[in-house]
């Protein structure tokens, strides 16, 4: 883990890595004890946050890209074998 943390993003794993896995799953302990109906409530809105997160990076990606975004890549202008 500490390579592959170490070289891809440059996080060292140190204890707080191991402090903030800790506490995660003392909170999804915490959650599971409180019940399904809290679990469940808790995981919808983790689910949705996920979601507009995704969304707003596809669409930050699509302004980004200008120009270059055309709807040609969805023809079949590019396919190189005949069928």
Known sequence: MSSVTEA???WPFTAT???CMIVAALVIAGLNFRG???SA???????ALEILVFVVLAVWLII?????????VFTLHYATIKG
């Open 8 to 10: 891809e993003f440059h």
């Open 64 to 72: 980004k890209a200008g120009s270059g975004n055309t709807g040609s």
């Open 36 to 38: 399904v109906v809290v």
């Open 41 to 47: 409530g808790t995981g919808t809105v983790l689910g």
């Open 17 to 19: 890595w191991i402090i």
